[in-house]
């Protein structure tokens, strides 16, 4: 079925299959996800206007839907789920061409990328990813890279050293064999791929080497998620932060979808509902995530 709008509309399930988008979340990397009821009814929708293919969507309206406590290990810790949306409607009447597709795609990859930084930072109560205060994370004092000396090995060797300490640090508070490794911070992801002037060693490759024997998935936060706006703003400028992915959990409410799609023709418009959930990083045990900052001298 056509994607042009004069040639008929498809159904959400067609257009979700047929969708093409270019982000995916760098929070899924973590494996262990909870789902949280989420009352869809309680939800505010923000309408858009589809006149434009390149409409971008707003903030988008929030409203809280419930509070769930959950026990673990005789502690209770609270997740505020919640959902946040936006409606689109196109008039039917009307004889402009618009692709739908590829609005929705290009909605979806925008909160995809909200997602992510609502995962990444946290919201409000909920934890994020980066958090340094929240319940079993772990925040060891900031390390700081010298300046470069000779051909700059004592900057690898600094990091190796970094990194050594931290494998320490997972073997003697979570003992997993399992991890997830986040780098984030213009900085950081651009000195990971420095060299020694002999070509012989890399920055990126010693960290890797300090996590040897262990399954580990290393990650380079995308700064679409952790922006240096955003990064500025929660006094985070540059750091790696290790999930020990057995005892950490991506809680959420729901992952970015189109809730709902359909046509009123009593009224001649096609309207369809996008859906975003909270989310929330929650390690179970002290150190199941630990963040070590990193400055450069």
Known sequence: MANDIRSGIKTKEEYIEGSSISYVPSILAIPKLKKYTLDIAKVTFKELSVEN???????????????????????????????????????????????????????????????????????????????????????????????????????????????????????????????????????????????TEGQETDVRGNIQKAFAGKNVTFIEVSELAATPALLSAASLVNGIIIVSNDVTTLEHSGLPEIEDDGTNTEKKYYWSNYILGSAQVRPEILGGVIHQQVTFE
């Open 53 to 195: 293919d390149s409409v971008v969507p707003s903030d988008l309206v929030s409203e809280m839907t419930e509070i769930n406590a959950v026990k673990i290990s005789g502690k209770s810790h609270t997740f505020l789920s919640y959902g946040r949306g936006n409606t689109l409607r196109k008039d039917l009447r009307s004889n402009g061409a618009v692709n739908i597709q590829a609005f929705h795609d290009q909605v979806l990859r925008q909160y995809n990328i909200l997602f992510d930084q609502t995962g990444f930072f946290g919201e409000g109560q909920n934890a994020g990813l980066s958090s340094l205060t929240a319940s079993n994370f772990l925040a060891p004092a900031s390390v700081e890279i010298p300046a470069i000396s000779g051909n700059g090995f004592n900057q690898i060797l600094a990091a190796k050293q970094m990194g050594v300490r931290l494998n320490k640090l997972v073997n003697n508070n979570t003992a997993s064999s399992d991890l997830t490794i986040y780098f984030y911070g213009d900085q950081l992801t651009t000195f990971l791929g420095n060299i």
